[in-house]
């Protein structure tokens, strides 16, 4: 959530994205850590957000430095990211031997949803109709 204290001490907008990634991650983190949930899954995940959000961090940081000519594939990994999720959280739910954290997943299968609504729409306003 540090990302966007700083968007909102430099009086920068902060999109609805922004708000909605931060309450629902804070969410499934404490619903997992009241329930104890720990499902194989999260490890992709965990995995697939470092991957994403290291160069991401690095342009915000650096919005002209050397990531400036990558921000569009960054965006595009960042899709990739959330159709593999849903892909995973998908195939969970058919595993007969997959029956813990139904509540947990089935939150973030619409988490990952909303997401990928979310980068979709950014990524055509910003890349594709310009």
Same mark, same amino acid.
């Given at each position: 959530?540090?990302?966007? @204290? /700083? *968007?909102? @001490?430099?009086?920068?907008? $902060?999109?609805? @994205?922004? =708000?909605?990634?931060? $309450?629902?991650?804070?969410? *499934?983190?404490?619903?997992?850590? $009241?329930?104890?949930?720990?499902?194989? @899954?999260?490890?992709? /995940? %965990?995995? %697939?957000? +470092? #991957?994403?959000?290291?160069? %991401? =961090?690095?342009? /915000?940081?650096?919005?002209?430095?050397?990531? =400036?000519? !990558?921000?569009?594939?960054?965006?595009? &990994?960042?899709?990739?990211?959330?159709? $593999?999720?849903?892909? +995973? &959280?998908?195939?969970?739910? %058919?595993?007969?031997?997959?029956?813990?954290?139904?509540?947990?997943?089935?939150?973030?299968?619409?988490? !990952?949803?909303?997401?990928?609504? !979310?980068?979709?729409?950014?990524? &055509?306003?910003?890349? #594709?109709?310009?």
């Amino acid at each position: 959530m540090g990302d966007t @204290l /700083f *968007l909102h @001490l430099s009086d920068k907008p $902060i999109s609805m @994205l922004q =708000y909605t990634h931060h $309450i629902s991650t804070a969410f *499934l983190a404490y619903i997992s850590t $009241i329930n104890a949930v720990i499902v194989p @899954l999260v490890s992709i /995940f %965990m995995g %697939m957000n +470092c #991957l994403v959000h290291i160069p %991401m =961090y690095w342009y /915000f940081a650096f919005p002209q430095g050397f990531l =400036y000519p !990558y921000r569009q594939f960054i965006t595009q &990994i960042q899709i990739v990211q959330h159709v $593999i999720a849903i892909v +995973c &959280i998908g195939y969970s739910f %058919m595993v007969d031997n997959c029956t813990d954290g139904l509540f947990f997943r089935a939150f973030g299968l619409v988490m !990952y949803i909303m997401y990928l609504a !979310y980068f979709a729409q950014f990524y &055509i306003s910003s890349y #594709l109709k310009k």
